[in-house]
Nanobody, 128 residues
Framework: QVQVVESGGGLVQPGGSLRLSCSVS????????MGWYRQAPGKQRELVAS???????NYGDSVKGRATISRDGANISVTLQMNSLKPEDTAVYYC??????????????????????WGQGTQVTVSS
């Protein structure tokens, strides 16, 4: 069973900072990419930040310069650091994990599959 656990959401003042963590457990070979997305009421879900296995990162335009995503050690876990928070950052933040699974054939060879998982979402509210 794959489990995606998010933490770090809550209330923060404008101009403040927060740190969101996402940890994935299960019988997983590795991850292809992981990221954080957010969705505010009446808006489409949008990319906040993502990171690939090799370490390359991608950021949404609205958070560039204010967000940093990093991998937390060797585990399938990432941390999103956001600074200079604005009221428009208020949203439900979702962790996404694109995972790689390894399987063994009857002849002993390996084959691989991928699957995509979402966390349940954590509320971030930026307000004074």
């Amino acid at each position: 069973q794959v489990q995606v656990v998010e933490s770090g959401g809550g209330l923060v003042q404008p101009g403040g900072s927060l740190r969101l963590s996402c940890s994935v457990s299960g019988n997983i070979f590795t991850f292809n990419s992981m990221g954080w997305y957010r969705q505010a009421p009446g808006k489409q879900r949008e990319l906040v930040a993502s990171i690939k296995t090799a370490g390359s990162t991608n950021y949404g335009d609205s958070v560039k310069g204010r967000a940093t995503i990093s991998r937390d050690g060797a585990n399938i876990s990432v941390t999103l650091q956001m600074n200079s928070l604005k009221p428009e950052d208020t949203a439900v933040y979702y962790c996404n994990a694109d995972l790689l699974f390894r399987h063994t054939r009857s002849d002993g060879d390996y084959y691989y599959t991928t699957n995509n998982y979402w966390g349940q979402g954590t509320q971030v509210t930026v307000s004074s």
